[in-house]
């Protein structure tokens, strides 16, 4: 999420390997696409293409529908990208219609988030649910689109506090999370519960989500910064412990239809080293991952290549997205360059009636993206 983003609250809450490195500049990559077309061998120009080598879902017994999302993301990495928008604040398909009336074109991801849910059972302060409706995520599905789920996980400001923040300005601290009776415990729990029987309702449906929990969380600290959430501030080893516990918790409650997207920070601070990779130490671990994700914003093209190629090292059994951009290179540049993400997804403007002047991917952007033939849309991914 860009860090000059502003929560507009709608409640009377105060919510605030690198084997893909080759030496000749063309060569070629088996691939194959969504289980029915015939294998085919594509000579990639570029010499930054990736490895066809990742690993599968990390989740025992998935789901038939994530395995099949998977394995056409797994098939078509490096020689398509998806396109997805961001929801504003809630689950609504308000960017994807803009950018469908802009281009002609849908995006074949939408991204939603829990961002409120804290506050849904507590009927004295909040008169509706958000996520009651389903019908955005259905009729995406539907329609042969992919929806993809973010958490802005609010929790309280002190114990017994009305006031659900997401940022650091918090006294909930995560090693206290783990400590059974603690408020951070009972406030991890009851939110827990929530998320689960939301998710649950998405697995019942036949819908897999591309889930990415906790972004973000180191910050800009291996610059001397700070974290800029809350999941972020007991640091690397207490942010594992709280991933692997989401994931077992899960995994428990048989949500099997999830493809787990955890968000690297690479070269955030005041020397713009785009190439050093600068949170190894927050990655959950292989078993515990399927995506490696990427937020960026103001960043050229070539910036991007840099940092696809530090990513792709670092992690060379995980395909990486570009999770959350804006204010970035254009598509086709950065394609050009080499950074073969497996899907982008800008973030959105509060209450945009249009992609002109849009904060963080405007008309002409949208134009160059779309205009690509590389570029996947809603009801092409099969």
């Not at 609250?9 to 696409?33: E, G, H, I, W």
């Not at 803009?98 to 939603?112: E, F, Y």
């Not at 955030?268 to 991952?289: F, H, I, K, T």
């Not at 991917?361 to 205009?371: H, I, L």
Request: aromatic content about 14%; glycine content about 8%.
């Amino acid at each position: 999420m860009p860090q000059s983003y502003a929560y507009y609250p709608t409640s009377p809450l105060d919510l605030a390997k690198t084997d893909y490195l080759c030496a000749q500049p063309v060569y070629t990559l088996n691939m194959r696409f969504a289980n029915y077309i015939p294998l085919l061998s594509v000579a990639i120009a570029s010499c930054s293409s990736p490895s066809a080598e990742y690993d599968g879902l990390s989740t025992p017994n998935p789901s038939a529908e994530a395995v099949r999302v998977y394995e056409v993301l797994r098939s078509s990495y490096g020689s398509r990208i998806l396109s997805g928008t961001m929801a504003n604040v809630n689950w609504n398909d308000a960017e994807a219609r803009l950018v469908s009336d802009a281009t002609g074109r849908w995006p074949a991801v939408i991204g939603l988030d829990f961002i409120d849910i804290s506050a849904t059972d507590s009927v004295s302060a909040w008169d509706y649910n958000p996520y009651s409706d389903f019908s955005v995520a259905g009729d995406q599905w539907a329609k042969g689109g992919l929806v993809s789920l973010c958490w802005h996980w609010s929790v309280p400001a002190a114990p017994d506090s009305s006031r659900l923040v997401f940022r650091t300005d918090t006294r909930f601290r995560v090693d206290s999370m783990f400590a059974a009776g603690s408020w951070e415990n009972k406030v991890m729990n009851h939110d827990l519960d929530l998320v689960i029987a939301q998710l649950l309702r998405f697995r019942d449906a036949g819908i897999p989500v591309l889930w990415r929990p906790l972004h973000e969380a180191s910050g800009n600290r291996k610059s001397g910064g700070d974290e800029w959430f809350w999941w972020g501030n007991g640091g690397p080893d207490s942010f594992v412990k709280l991933w692997r516990l989401i994931y077992d918790r899960f995994q428990a409650a048989g949500l099997n239809n999830l493809i787990w997207v955890w968000t690297t920070q690479t070269g955030y601070g005041d020397d713009q080293s785009m190439g050093v990779l600068s949170d190894a130490d927050w990655y959950p671990g292989d078993e515990y991952v399927d995506l490696v994700g990427r937020d960026a914003y103001g960043r050229t093209a070539e910036q991007l290549a840099d940092e696809f190629r530090a990513i792709s090292a670092a992690f060379p059994r995980k395909m990486a997205v570009l999770s959350e951009c804006g204010d970035v290179g254009k598509i086709s540049e950065q394609w050009e360059l080499g950074a073969r993400w497996g899907l982008f997804m800008p973030w959105y403007t509060y209450k945009a009636t249009s992609l002109d002047g849009h904060l963080y991917a405007d008309r002409q952007w949208w134009q160059d993206a779309m205009g690509c033939d590389f570029v996947v849309n809603r009801g092409g991914l099969w």
